[in-house]
């Protein structure tokens, strides 16, 4: 398997555009996470969803976020209008399920740089 | 509610030197214990767990133990190397819930 994948790798825009970030989980996981990471803030979960569905948006900082996640095998974080303070990483994970000890596997990231 | 408390980094160490990155946690009950690995430029991956008290994880000479009756599990390596260089997460779990990781622990290994 391929791993998570994540699109692109590095992205640079300007204050006030919008930004789509893209996410193909692992086949055959049923959870997909979003996560912020800063140094000020470390890691933070965003929004989970579970089979295309979100079950947890309160991590997502304000209304100018939003998730979807249209297919099993898609999903997208947008920000609209972006700004600086946005500058982070972003990974994408997927999961099988969240019962037991299962893993969450990551993708590698988008570095996202708001000027 | 959970939390997980690590030690303030960076660590810096010279090759060869053994390695501790103290983790302590907060939770009810028996939640499963992990260890995630973040390389310069790359996503985490688990690195080991454990899921019950005394359980012991290891992989790739890391190894760290569920002490329930101190709330620790300690991540050790008896002789880093310079690719052992990365950001290390301590984390846990609780069957049906989310991951709930510690702040992470910056290892700089020096030749």
């Known amino acids: 398997d391929a791993g998570v994948i994540q699109s692109p790798r590095h992205e640079v825009t300007e204050m006030g555009q919008e930004v789509t970030l893209r996410c193909k989980p692992i086949?055959?996981?049923?959870?997909l996470f979003w996560y912020r990471q800063t140094m000020m803030r470390g890691l933070e979960l965003l929004i989970y969803?579970?089979?295309?569905?979100?079950?947890?948006d309160s991590g997502m900082p304000e209304d100018r976020f939003s998730a979807k996640m249209p297919n099993a095998s898609f999903s997208t974080l947008k920000i609209q209008p972006s700004e600086p303070r946005d500058s982070a990483v972003y990974f994408c994970?997927?999961?099988?399920?969240?019962?037991?000890?299962?893993?969450?596997?990551f993708g590698p990231g988008t570095r996202l740089t708001v000027t | 509610g959970d939390s997980v408390t690590q030690m303030e980094g960076p660590v810096t160490l010279s090759e060869e030197a053994f390695l501790t990155i103290n983790c302590t946690y907060t939770a009810t009950g028996y939640p499963s214990l992990f260890w995630y690995v973040q390389y310069p430029g790359e996503g985490l991956q688990l690195l080991l767990k454990?899921?019950?008290?005394?359980d012991k994880g290891s992989n790739k000479g890391f190894e760290a133990t569920y002490r329930k009756e101190t709330t620790s599990f300690h991540l050790e390596k008896g002789s880093v190397q310079v690719s052992d260089s990365a950001v290390y997460f301590c984390a846990l779990k609780h069957a049906g819930n989310m991951l709930t990781f510690g702040g992470g622990t910056r290892l700089m290994v020096k030749p």
């Open positions: 994970a997927s999961s099988p399920d969240l019962q037991g000890s299962y893993e969450q596997y």
């Open positions: 969803f579970n089979n295309n569905v979100p079950i947890d």
């Open positions: 086949s055959g996981h049923d959870y």
């Open positions: 454990a899921t019950k008290a005394d």
